[in-house]
């Protein structure tokens, strides 16, 4: 069982940056790919970026690769996301998840998932 909490959402103007981070409980968080998620208002849950159990490995959506930098601290059970040049299609609630398999960008292939932290991106 693993227990997901975020933090860090706000609000930032176009261009601006944002950091988000989440922290897992639990002792084998190790043992989890972990990924961001986020939804708009109106639309399906997305995949934003997962990082790889030991954190040698990264993916990205299309439309965040060379803006959003997603890494982990497994001593810290932590798992953060760098937002840089945000733009207002970037407002969503995002979500941290939990899963066991690397490069997976559905929803279902997720075990478990935080609650989820605001993010709006003005113009």
């Known amino acids: 069982q693993v227990q997901l909490v975020e933090s860090g959402g706000g609000l930032v103007q176009a261009g601006g940056s944002l950091s988000l981070s989440c922290a897992a409980s639990g002792r084998t968080f190790s043992t989890y790919v972990m990924a961001w998620f986020r939804q708009a208002p109106g639309k399906e849950r997305e995949f934003v970026a997962a990082?790889?159990?030991?954190?040698?490995?990264?993916y990205y959506a299309d439309s965040v690769k060379g803006r959003f930098t997603i890494s982990r601290d497994n001593a810290k059970n932590t798992v953060n996301l760098q937002m840089n040049s945000l733009r207002p299609e970037d407002t969503a609630v995002y979500y941290c998840?939990?899963?066991?398999?690397?490069?997976?960008?559905?929803?279902?292939?997720?075990?478990?998932w935080g609650q989820g932290t605001q993010v709006t991106v003005s113009s």
């Open positions: 998840a939990a899963g066991r398999t690397y490069l997976r960008v559905g929803v279902r292939e997720y075990d478990y």
């Open positions: 990082i790889s159990w030991s954190g040698g490995s990264t």
